[in-house]
């Protein structure tokens, strides 16, 4: 009886312990590579032009484990397409190097910075770098209407501001929009002992009604419920997600539904998405009244409707807002 009394109690004051960093979430990248030595390994390694023949990206997993996705032609928007072979390797740290496990003839290690590949018998070594949006920073045209610009939350229901930073505390647009050109800048957490849809949740609702997904989906395959992603209508063409903690772009030409003079809807909406300066979506068709979890699912109108950012539990932020109506 003792023996059973010490074990649970063994077990109640370890289990904290046990999972103590299954519950770190880092929102400042500093303070991320200052706590968590994993988070300078992770990201891209290549070349940052196009003609290269491999690119790679690490995915940090937490406890020194990595996923590595080796992409034939160069990294996503330098040559990589989905029509390209993809190689997913496991990896763990070991002392100073990261290894990973051969398969199916290909091999790699990270040192000091570069990862060196091994395929077929051939040997490929790639420096890390760190790429950004053509678009990160942009300035809002004359005729632009900011919706925010790091000093107020003024221009949204609910809005919250941290640090000059929005929080996506599933705030409204005060605004409506029709037709409009968007600019939007978002930073997901890194949140290495988390998967899928816990890494950094959020979206942007068009309209209040249609959502492109806002997630941690950095070296992923690139579905329908990832960054980019339409939620429930289409995958993005290609995985254009930068890493963690990383600020990453979203620019949107957005067309709103149409109608003829009695109120009757004539088409959908259709939208273009460009994520980090890569288009992902090519004027498509929304053919939909809403989207699942869309804050606004009453019947669409010919008045226009406000922009939503979700709050999925998750501290993502944004900065840099701004719409120009057509």
Known sequence: ????????????TTLPS????????????EIAAKENPDFD??????EDNTGAKLGAQIVALGDGKFDAYILEGGLPGLGWTKEKARHHLSGMKDGDVIKFTEKNSLSAEIRDGKITINQNGTQTTLPKIE??????????PEDAIVLFDGTSANEWENGKLIDGLLAATGCLSKRTFNDCT??????????????GQK???????FGGRWETQILDSFGLEGSMNECGGIYSIAAPTINACLPPLTWQTYDFEFQAARFDENGSRTSWPRITVKLNGIIIHDDIELPKNNTPSSPISTPLTPSGNPIFLQDHDNPVFFRNIWVVEK
């Open 18 to 29: 046990l999972f103590a960093d299954e519950a770190k979430t880092w929102i400042d990248p």
């Open 182 to 195: 968007i600019h939007l800048e978002f930073r997901t957490p890194y949140k290495p002992f988390d998967r």
């Open 41 to 46: 390994i992770q990201g891209e390694y290549g």
């Open 199 to 205: 890494r950094g949740n959020s979206g942007i609702y």
């Open 131 to 140: 790429r950004s949006s053509p678009t990160l920073n942009a300035k809002p």
């Open 1 to 12: 009886m003792k023996l059973a009394y010490l074990s649970i109690l063994l077990l109640i």
